[in-house]
């Protein structure tokens, strides 16, 4: 496991824990807070296995689908399942970039799966994945 020397550079470090584990499970405020970040993906990689709170700006559902995906990708990459989650990830906000990386994904492949799908694209995936 990496060191957690990375908390101290967070945007984060000394916010209060509600904000990042609200009672009301509302997220959108800390999910905001950690789009600036510098160490969004060392916040990210922690986090991944942490069942509560926003981490790397991903809730806990988010984080999950991350996980099957990156585990998926593995062992069945062409699953359709995979776009489906490409396109939710994007759709919560997560930046190609920073989707490519964390899934070890090209960002092209990125961009081309969240076009691929057959389904309405969502404005969010729009603004995301320029048409």
């Not at 009301?24 to 990210?44: E, H, I, N, P």
């Not at 806990?60 to 996980?67: G, S």
Request: net charge positive.
């Amino acid at each position: 496991m990496r060191g957690l020397s990375w908390q101290d550079r967070a945007r984060c470090a000394g916010a209060g824990l509600e904000l990042f584990f609200p009672d009301g499970g509302d997220t959108r405020r800390a999910k905001a807070f950690c789009s600036g970040c510098q160490v969004w993906g060392d916040c990210l990689a922690y986090g991944l296995e942490e069942d509560h709170g926003v981490w790397g700006g991903l809730n806990r559902a988010e984080r999950a689908r991350l996980r099957r995906l990156r585990q998926r990708l593995v062992v069945a990459p062409h699953d359709p399942a995979n776009t489906a989650d490409i396109r939710r990830l994007l759709a919560v906000g997560l930046a190609p970039e920073r989707l490519s990386e964390v899934a070890g994904l090209e960002v092209s492949v990125v961009i081309d799966r969240a076009r691929r799908s057959s389904r309405k694209r969502s404005a969010r995936i729009r603004q995301v994945v320029p048409v």
